[in-house]
């Protein structure tokens, strides 16, 4: 069967290899919150805006045009000359970039980030620019082959070595007494993001090489850009205003109340905690995501609109279903995760709010990558723009007056208006089916269904004489796990129907 489904095989690799990232991604930020404290983290995550600006710089369209051109190459010669001449433009331009932010780091951070403790931060992270831009290149290859296991392969070394590093190295420093600072995240970053880059160099050299003519390179690149730079010059423009967006964030907190050191703490455990945490279930819609746009150009290409209607109708089930799932797991959990495993009972009342983001967040992110595959770039370039543009309205009116809920709702208006414009939109190209019972109505009777059968587990726990954290954590990780159980099983039922 999987043989026969290239998208449910590739989906799948994709997303155990994303579920087991993102819990090495989750005990990653519980190590490291304790290490540098919800003020270290913020500090660290400030980095994140620039350094995310110059990697959509250097290979932000790169890796969606590898993957669409390789989908459409008729040939295994024309996919890996593909490959090669991404390799080339994006590694040159990742260099420059890197060099920029290496030797104006310390201006980058007291004119840009407004925070001096960013300049060192930022001038070793930016040794990760070209790595990123390799591994970025070499997914979107096999992506496009709709061969995912070294792409999903790459990304678990990656976050082993992360979590590795970070841990050689804080108890290196505590038995040296070296004082631990977030200067500990970004030098297991690179590690990791090494790691994660040799492991593709060396999956591609293992395979069979062609002979490729200058000429015929030089016309691969020629291509290659014009679809590519023009997903580029979208991407910077989107992650340009995404970093004003993060960067006034902090500033603006403080407008709100709240001191300096205290809006960097806020900031911290927003994005370093209650974000991540939210975003985790989106490892399904994500793996579904990537693995419908080289399908999705494919059958664009060939016109076959059975195989496209029905791609893009299960793609969004997946996104309602996980979304709504999302809503129920995270309002009933969310205290106990940020209270008791991160250990700030704010990033549990963010988690809570930021739940009902869950079904636009993963449906925002499908319903995009369906556009980019049928070529409308532009229009869900526009969406996200529409999108950015309401989170900075947000940051700069509503939380001076309502502090970060003012952001947190914000985000959830932009997610469910690029949800709505996306498929308006998409809506006039492909005439597919959408069904309420099946989408919306189903999914919420398994989730209050199997949030019902955990409340039971967690009521029989409680005629238990045991106590203390440990049989907390015991009954509530039963109580997560009947729910999951529960849920899916009604999910494989109504399949076998």
Known sequence: MLKRHPIIKGAMVLTIASIITRAFGFLYRIFLSNLIGAEGMGIFQLIFPVLTFCVALSCGGIQIA??????????????????ISSLLM????????????????????????????????????????????????????????????????????????????????????????IAITPMIAVYSMIISEIAGALFCVIAVGAE???????????????????????????????????????ILLPIVLVKSGLESSQSLAVYGVLTGMALPVVTFPSAITNSI????????????????????????????????????????????????????????AEA??????????????????????????????????VHNLISILIRLISVWWAVPVFGIN???????????????????????????????????????????VSLLAGFLVRYIFSFSVCSGRLFSYISTGTQLLAVCAVFFLCVAKNHQK
């Open 66 to 83: 590898v993957s669409r051109f390789v989908a459409e190459s008729k040939s295994r010669a024309h996919s890996f000359a593909v490959l």
């Open 289 to 344: 995501s990537t693995m419908i746009l080289p399908s999705i150009a494919e059958s664009n290409v060939e016109n076959n609109l059975c195989a496209l209607k029905k791609t893009i109708e299960n793609s969004i089930w997946f996104s309602t279903v996980s979304g709504i799932f999302g809503i129920g797991i995270f309002l009933t959990f969310g205290h106990f995760i940020g209270a008791e495993i991160f250990g700030h």
């Open 406 to 448: 003012g952001y947190l709702w914000g985000l959830l208006l932009s997610h469910l208006t690029t949800t709505a414009l996306h498929y308006i939109y998409m809506k006039r190209y492909v005439s597919y089916r959408f069904s309420a019972w099946e989408n919306i109505a189903k999914p919420l009777v398994w989730t209050a």
């Open 90 to 177: 994006s590694v040159l331009i990742s260099l420059v970039t890197c060099a920029v932010v290496y030797f104006y780091s310390d201006s980058i951070a007291i004119h840009i980030i407004k925070n001096a403790d960013c300049g060192r931060l930022l001038s070793y992270a930016s040794l990760t620019i070209p790595v990123t831009a390799i591994h970025s290149c070499i997914a979107g290859y096999y992506l496009g082959l709709k061969k995912t296991f070294v792409p999903a392969c790459s990304t678990v070394a990656e976050q082993v070595v992360k979590i590795g590093a970070v841990y050689v190295l804080g108890v290196v420093w505590l038995n040296q007494g």
């Open 348 to 381: 549990g009342a963010y988690i809570e709010i930021l739940a009902w983001l869950c079904p636009f967040l993963y449906l925002s992110i499908t319903l995009g990558s369906v556009l980019h595959g049928l070529g409308k770039t532009t229009a869900a370039f």
């Open 208 to 246: 069979k090489r062609y002979q490729i003519r200058f000429s015929d390179l030089l016309q691969t690149a020629k291509n290659l850009f014009s679809v590519s730079y023009i997903l580029t010059l979208n991407r910077i423009l989107l992650t340009f205003l995404q970093c004003v967006e993060a």
